[in-house]
């Protein structure tokens, strides 16, 4: 670290921590006094209580969760060691992956910077984070080897190099352990490559991602239903990682003076983490508990009711601190942040083992001995009966991941439509009913019963791609949600502080949304869903996978969320081009999209046969005629959304001409009131002399003369 640098961290020490130690002490017995004294002090006690709390729940949950009961007689026994070591490097695992999300997030966006870097005390967290990545590798790397030995029941000294290479490249489990060292391992050399505040935005969602893949190859994954289990758990990983990382990456900077805003700002983003993880948490017990009376009758349930104790505890001392510790705080008192934090990372250590005592806990689901279900096992729930108007929309089927982007959309936007009239401005109707109705058509596709029917149905699933990539973007367009967030956002009271609209700011104006919004790549981006998608073997694999299948999803309202921004978008950050120009790629993509649905028809080929044969309904048509409905609707759906958008983009022409023709009047108007000439005047004046140039005699000059 420069010398700049230890300047800023002695100069935001209020403590003069590294005076203290420096002057010699009258006598042994005072400095012993003044040391027990001091708020912080032995500030190795925090972490050790910290690990020790979280490793006795860990204990305790996986002898209640009837984890270490003894090897069932006939079957393989991994030995002591796997049974033991596996959960407590788990649990190491998922300490040091929440450590290196909190000190990220912390850095990046609850600390003030310094410019464009991040601020001193943001240097040691990414420093501190790069550590935490290196051992959380290590950990993922070793939990790797520990799976193998308990899959196959094989002791460590047993296990070939071969076997656990073939589990880490071909088995999910393998592979999301090995993601997640590798982006881990990414997350550890960034975040020493740099200090700029765009580095630490970037680690910490990379951090982010690679607390996920091993979320979605548990319990979740296993469970019935797909759409709760495994987005729910999702989220609450992410929720619990900000919670608490956030909260361990403050304790790191308690003695700076900035602590008192850092931890205003972590407390509001503390409520959201605790809504989400009570939310998420519930809906996923649900689905593994099966029914309720599981909560009390099964061992799995009382360390779900453990958890619930936890999070109240949690939420208790939450609302204490928002109340009682950030007014003290403001009073000078910062001591009082460190204690009641010290606290609830003992409770949350706590948590997090009964959480790795779950993941290693039979389930009440599974325990019930439910008939195995082929369809089931691959759709997250049986096989609908045959459609009807009341089954495609009576029937939900709820997602987690859709259901929370619908939420928040529709409360952030209506939100900022309030903060804007109390203000005193006004914001138009047609925009609010706009987006809400492209977000309440984005939630009926995706947790309706046609969203049921597309798993099984290839004519379902393309009405869901129609909906979800032409219909749901022009809409979203249309309530021009970036111009909102820009006029309803509060700037924050520091301004060394990047606030949401500040980072939306950098986001609109980066090299990146310039070249998603380039005409070219917008346009490639659209038609690459069409036919990159179907022909070939992409969409097959893609059902297969939960993430896969939402990740696909998610690519439609995408993919056609840039091309009508680009073409009938109002907000800032998307190209401004000639509106001749703007037509001209509209039916461009009017012509790729009818040119797809008539290959569609024509082909004989089926799409994805190797899922589509697999969950095919006993009442459903042939898979080619179901293929050639899919077709019919791709080629159709088309029309009627082409003219809208070419309405809009005629009616956008049409205002920009008369804007221009006002201005140009109004210039007219000054230079007749000064006396002057308007740029009006001036080009007819320049036309009129070109005329006159071009009608005159020509002077013939000699060869000689030139």
């Known amino acids: 670290m420069s010398d700049t640098d230890s300047r800023q961290l002695a100069s935001d020490d209020p403590d003069n921590t590294r005076a203290t130690f420096e002057a010699p002490a009258t006598s042994v017995g005072q400095s012993r006094n003044a040391h027990r004294a001091t708020p912080g002090a032995y500030p190795w006690l925090g972490p050790a209580a910290v690990g020790a709390g979280g490793l006795a729940l860990l204990l305790l949950g996986l002898r209640v969760g009837g984890a270490l009961t003894a090897a069932i007689p006939g079957l393989p026994d991994a030995g002591p060691a796997t049974t033991w070591a596996l959960p407590v490097i788990r649990l190491l695992s998922n300490g040091l992956g929440t450590l290196t999300v909190g000190m990220a997030v ?21 420093r501190r984070a790069s550590l935490a990545a290196l051992g959380w590798t290590i950990a993922a790397l070793t939990l790797t080897v520990l799976t193998v030995s308990d899959l196959l029941g094989q002791p460590l000294g047993t296990l070939k190099p071969a076997t656990v290479v073939s589990f880490a490249t071909t088995i999910p489990q393998g592979q999301s352990l090995m993601l997640q060292a590798g982006l881990a ?11 700029s505040r765009g580095l630490a935005a970037t680690v910490s969602i990379l951090a982010l991602v690679a607390v996920l893949p091993p979320a979605f190859t548990g319990h979740a994954a296993g469970a019935g239903n797909h759409q709760v289990a495994v987005t729910s758990l999702a989220l609450h990983v992410l929720a619990a990682a900000v919670w608490v990382g956030g909260l361990v990456a403050l304790l790191m900077v308690r003695r700076s003076r900035l602590l008192v805003e850092a931890a205003a700002r972590y407390s509001r983003l503390a409520l959201g983490c605790f809504v989400a993880v009570t939310v998420s948490g519930l809906a996923n017990a649900a689905v593994r508990l099966g029914t309720i009376d599981q909560l009390c009758q099964s061992r799995y349930g009382w360390l779900i009711l453990g958890k619930v104790a936890a999070l109240l505890i949690l939420g208790a001392l939450g609302a204490v601190h928002r109340s009682r510790t950030l007014p003290a705080m403001r009073t000078g008192r910062r001591w009082a942040f460190g204690r009641l934090a010290t606290g609830e990372l003992i409770v949350f250590a706590a948590t997090v083992g009964l959480a790795v005592a779950l993941s290693r806990s039979p389930t009440p689901v599974a325990e019930a001995g439910i008939d195995f279900d082929p369809i089931t096992e691959l759709l997250g729930f049986p096989m609908p009966a045959a459609p009807s108007a009341g089954r495609l929309l009576g029937q939900p089927l709820p997602d987690m991941f859709f259901l929370t982007l619908c939420v928040l959309g529709i409360g952030g936007y209506l939100a900022g439509v309030r903060r804007m009239h109390v203000a005193g401005h006004g914001w138009p109707v047609a925009r609010t009913a706009s987006w809400l109705g ?9 947790d309706l019963g046609v969203a049921r029917y597309a798993y099984v149905l290839f004519s379902a699933h393309m009405a869901q791609h129609m909906v979800l990539s032409m219909l749901v973007p022009i809409l979203l367009v249309g309530g021009a949600p970036v111009t909102l967030a820009l006029r309803a956002l509060r700037r924050p009271a520091d301004p060394r502080v990047r606030g949401a609209r500040e980072w939306l700011l950098i986001l609109i104006h980066s090299r990146v949304t310039r070249v998603l919004t380039h005409p070219l790549v917008a346009l490639g981006i659209y038609t690459a869903s069409l036919f990159g998608l179907y022909f070939s073997n992409l969409l097959g694999v ?13 690519h439609f309202v995408v993919a056609g969320y840039l091309l009508f921004w680009m073409l009938i978008g109002v907000d800032p950050g998307s190209r401004r081009l000639p509106h001749p120009l703007l037509v001209i790629i509209h039916l461009a993509s009017m012509m790729a999209h009818g040119f797809f649905g008539l290959i569609l028809m024509q082909t004989t080929t089926l799409i994805a046969p190797d899922w589509y044969v697999a969950v095919h309904p006993a009442w459903a048509s042939s898979l080619l005629t179901d293929q050639k409905l899919g077709a019919g609707i791709a080629w159709a759906f088309g029309e009627l959304p082409a003219v809208v958008v070419m309405i809009v983009l005629i009616r956008q022409w049409i205002r920009a ?30 036309l009129s002399a070109a005329g006159q140039a071009d009608s005159g005699p020509r002077r013939t000059t000699r060869p000689d003369q030139r």
């Open 438 to 446: 492209g977000i309440l058509l984005l939630a009926a596709a995706t």
């Open 542 to 554: 893609l059902m297969r996978s939960h993430l896969g299948h939402l990740a696909m999803l998610a």
């Open 106 to 126: 912390a850095a990046a966006f609850l600390l003030p910077g310094d410019g464009r870097s991040v601020s001193p005390h943001g240097y040691l967290l990414l």
């Open 185 to 195: 391992l990414t997350v550890a050399l960034l975040a020493r490559v740099g200090v």
């Open 657 to 686: 001409d008369q804007r221009e023709q006002a201005r140009l009047d109004r210039a007219a108007d000054r230079a007749d009131a000064t006396g002057g000439e308007d740029d009006l005047a001036r080009y007819n004046a320049f």
